[in-house]
């Protein structure tokens, strides 16, 4: 499967802040996904990371808050916004080589606090 | 949203025991996927189950896809401490290959 890469592995960041978490992939994938992990909990998805072209974001979350970048099929980014302690969470980029419900593969992610 | 419920929530067992975990659903899926989180780690693909009453095994570790398709179970044999961690069952939902997940259950192995 994919070898897929996040950086940082870690932050700690300032209440109001932006940060941008990267995510990189050793092969080409058709389809790219962000989650957020909130302390002891599952794995909640933020959006589809769609090739040059907006992402789609799920319920409850907005582009203003989580930007999201796809430049090509190997390379994404998601950009935590004016954080809040709420916002203290993993972030997870994973991958699927095809859109026809093949399973996703994860990046190890991104432990963001926020003080 | 689809919700999925995870049985247990956590565990404690015995090194050698074997562990049996499962998850339940009100709605209909036409695949079961299982995946384990260790510590500072993203989830791992475990199992992928694509039809009702599949069973399918990857050493240890069997899974089935239950008969309604509202439902899989995981069960893990001899139990060893590298077992330890999350165990996630997702689902498709919607277009695209999204992934809703499960509520997780957490097992420890005590020596």
Known sequence: SAVISQKPSRDICQRGTSLTIQCQVDSQVTMMFWYRQQPGQ??????TANQGSEATYES???????????PNLTFSTLTVSNM????????????????SNQ???????????IL | GQQLNQSPQSMFIQEGEDVSMNCTSSSIFNTWLWYKQDPGEGPVLLIALYKAGELTSNGRLTAQFGIT???????????????????????????????????????????
């Open chain 1, 42 to 47: 599952s794995l909640t998805l933020i959006a």
């Open chain 1, 60 to 70: 409850g979350f907005v582009i203003d808050k989580f930007p999201i970048s796809r």
């Open chain 1, 84 to 99: 809040s302690p709420e916002d203290s969470s993993i972030y997870l980029c994973s991958v699927a080589v095809s859109s």
């Open chain 1, 103 to 113: 399973p996703q593969h994860f990046g190890d992610g991104t432990r963001l606090s």
């Open chain 2, 69 to 111: 398709r509202k439902d899989s179970f995981l069960n893990i044999s001899a139990s060893i401490p590298s077992d330890v961690g999350i165990y996630f069952c997702a689902v498709h939902t919607g277009t695209a290959s999204k992934l809703t997940f499960g509520t997780g259950t957490r097992l420890q192995v005590t020596l």
